[in-house]
């Protein structure tokens, strides 16, 4: 599976057919497709209760930055 950006369709004739028939290409315009095409489930947000339990456990820990949470 290849995704492409939706305006490059038009650059699909420039590859021969023998390699495009290997392919499975999707056009893609947002990033919810992407997201769609490449995880097998799609992620939840975090509820407020898991928010608060992280920051809790963040502050506890003597972070620098209370309250903040990074990835």
Not at 24 to 51: G, S
Not at 54 to 63: F, M, N, Y
């Amino acid at each position: 599976t290849v995704m492409i950006p939706e305006e490059n369709v038009k650059d699909l004739q420039e590859i021969a057919d023998n390699i495009k028939n290997k392919l499975e290409i999707v056009p893609v315009k947002w990033i919810d497709k992407v997201l769609e095409v490449a995880l097998e489930r799609q992620p939840a947000a975090l509820t407020d209760e898991v928010v608060a339990a992280l920051t809790e456990v963040k502050d506890k820990a003597g972070d620098s930055k209370p309250g903040v949470i990074t990835h």
